[in-house]
């Protein structure tokens, strides 16, 4: 699969429209949390996707971190499939791509406590307390590249 990363200029009317399906069919369908996804952030994000079949399997958006030029912000983090090791596969690529891209220092991330074990395999770590995030626990989380 080929990574694709793109501004939110550069992508078509239909990515946007397979990013946000891929989006809501995740975290609104099978994690049940329930808010207004579109929230602006997305205009100046980049978007790094894995597409097959012209669907989107793999998704995130980096974007930078006000007030912090040596780090960038990871979001909206995830995988239509499960179970295949497709997770890890676009993390690295994406980590990796982010890193040539952006020249940022460090990755940071807001996880889900029950997912945290998967980012800490690729070298994240906690660095903060768990707060709540739509009503799920979560805990920042940050690569040092």
Known sequence: MELHIK???????????????ARSAVFMMEQRIYYLD?????????????????KVTAYLRAYRVEGDGE???IGRVLTAEHGRGLGGKFLTA??????????????????????????????????????????IPHVKMELEL
């Open 7 to 21: 501004t939110f200029g550069e992508l078509s009317g239909r990515e946007v429209y397979e990013i946000l399906k």
């Open 71 to 73: 780090a960038v912000h």
């Open 38 to 54: 579109m929230d602006d952030t997305d205009y100046d994000s980049l978007h790094l996707f894995y597409e097959q079949g012209g």
């Open 94 to 135: 994406a980590v990796d791509a982010l890193r040539a891209r952006t020249g940022c220092k460090y990755i940071r991330l807001d996880s889900q406590v029950p997912v945290v074990g998967f980012y800490e395999k690729y070298g994240f770590r906690v660095t903060s307390g768990e707060f709540l995030e739509a009503g």
